[in-house]
Nanobody, 127 residues
Framework: EVQLVESGGGLVQAGGSLRLSCAAS????????IGWFRQAPGKEREGVSCIRRSDGSTYYTDSVKGRFTISSDNAKNTVYLQMNSLKPEDTAVYYC????????????????????WGQGTQVTVSS
């Protein structure tokens, strides 16, 4: 069974930093594309960043480029999202997803229906 557990969220002032972790189990890490997504109150869930399975390349949505960094530790089956220079508009519940078809990071715009999701971690940025 695929399991994803996010951690590292919290309350931070604008300009601050947080590092989110996504601990994965139940699947072969290298066989899945891993991505971070977020959902703010009243808004649809949006993609933030991902690591492409095929070549390990990374993708960031425009609003976080230069501020967020995604990385993975395959030995620990963990994906991280380092978030710097946080803004109030980054406030959201952040989720990680593991997709065996790697749709989001392959240009489909969203994960496939076969993706597994974590429970989310709240990030709140105060102004």
């Amino acid at each position: 069974e695929v399991q994803l557990v996010e951690s590292g969220g919290g309350l931070v002032q604008a300009g601050g930093s947080l590092r989110l972790s996504c601990a994965a189990s139940g699947f072969t890490f290298d066989d899945y594309g891993i991505g971070w997504f977020r959902q703010a109150p009243g808004k649809e869930r949006e993609g933030v960043s991902c690591i492409r399975r095929s070549d390990g390349s990374t993708y960031y949505t425009d609003s976080v480029k230069g501020r967020f960094t995604i990385s993975s530790d395959n030995a620990k089956n963990t994906v991280y999202l380092q978030m710097n220079s946080l803004k109030p508009e980054d406030t959201a519940v952040y989720y990680c997803a593991a997709d065996p078809l790697d749709h989001y990071c392959s240009g489909y715009g969203r994960p496939s229906p076969f993706a597994s999701w974590g429970q989310g971690t709240q990030v709140t940025v105060s102004s």
